[in-house]
């Protein structure tokens, strides 16, 4: 079955830049998506069609394509996003969905 | 306003049965696909089934033949039957609005949860 990787965790200071890397041989075809999840809340969707970004998310957040690996990186860093990434795409033929492992993401 | 509501989450043994539903408001389930996402207790998010707008329907590995997805027009409501229960089914499931124009699940439900344990 088709996979999504990302790495497990990533720790930045405030006011840093966060790049949460997500990799699958689909990506090159498929749309990517990002999603924050904080404890005991419904993930939000924070990138969507690779780079764009939904009304309501802050412009720190940005997404980026390249081959089969897509980014999301979130400039300047404040301890309210802290949480867990999880990037989400389709297989080769759009029909199921896919989740990445998840990011933990650390504000120091 | 646009929102999903699950309900239908309970405790239940192995081997049980237990019928999730999701009402949409704001939005007709019938112009839209939909997903259902769980995850299970300090895991992370695990797509299980969609329900596309031609009435075709996927599901995950994990819950082929055992889950059924549906959806009722009249009450705008999207339901997950779910059958033969085995304790890795354990999670909150959560219905999300899977938009067709690929701007991705940008409505969630609160979650409902499942827990199967003798």
């Known amino acids: 079955s088709y996979e999504l990787t990302q790495p497990p965790s990533v720790s930045v200071s405030p006011g840093q830049t966060a790049r949460i890397t997500c990799s699958g041989d689909a990506l090159p075809k498929q749309y990517a998506y990002w999603y924050q999840q904080k404890p005991g809340q419904a993930p939000v969707m924070v990138i969507y069609k690779d780079t764009e970004r939904p009304s309501g998310i802050p412009e720190r957040f940005s997404g980026s394509s390249s081959g089969t690996t897509v980014t999301l990186t979130i400039s300047g860093v404040q301890a309210e996003d802290e949480a867990d990434y999880y990037c989400?795409?389709?297989?080769?033929?759009?029909?199921?969905?896919?989740f990445g492992g998840g990011t933990k993401l650390t504000v120091l | 306003e646009v929102r999903l509501v699950e309900t239908g989450g309970d405790w239940i043994q192995p081997g049980g049965s237990l019928r999730l539903s999701c009402a949409a408001s704001g939005f007709a389930v019938s112009s839209i696909y939909m997903s259902w996402v769980r995850q299970a207790p300090g895991k992370g998010l695990e797509w299980v089934s969609i329900f596309y707008t031609d009435g075709s329907t996927y599901y995950a590995d994990s819950v082929k033949g055992r889950f059924t997805i549906s959806r009722d027009d009249s009450k705008n409501t999207l339901h997950f039957q779910m059958n033969n229960l085995r304790a890795e089914d354990t999670a909150v499931y959560y219905c999300?609005?899977?938009?067709?124009?690929?701007?991705?699940?940008?409505?969630w439900g609160q979650g409902t949860t499942v827990t199967v344990s003798s």
């Open positions: 989400q795409s389709a297989d080769t033929s759009a029909t199921y969905r896919v």
């Open positions: 999300a609005r899977d938009a067709v124009d690929s701007s991705g699940m940008d409505v």
